[in-house]
């Protein structure tokens, strides 16, 4: 995996992770101040989760 590689996967993700509050301004507010209301170990397990799921899809298709 090359430098172009990683800078590609990274610009996906900022585009990604803009979209939201692009679209939406008003429910991406929502959305964090519900991540307050919620216990820190959910949060932790949904992160485990995603983080699980992205290794599996990268194996998958790389």
């Known amino acids: 995996m090359g430098v172009s590689e990683l800078v590609f996967a990274l610009s996906v993700f900022l585009i990604l992770e803009g979209l939201l ?3 939406s301004p008003k429910l991406y507010k ?3 101040m ?3 209301n919620t216990d820190e170990n959910s949060i932790r397990i ?3 989760i995603l983080i699980i799921m992205g290794v599996i ?3 998958f298709f790389f």
């Open 21 to 23: 509050p692009f679209i």
């Open 34 to 36: 519900q991540m307050l």
């Open 57 to 59: 899809l990268m194996n």
């Open 30 to 32: 929502y959305l964090l």
């Open 46 to 48: 949904t992160g485990l």
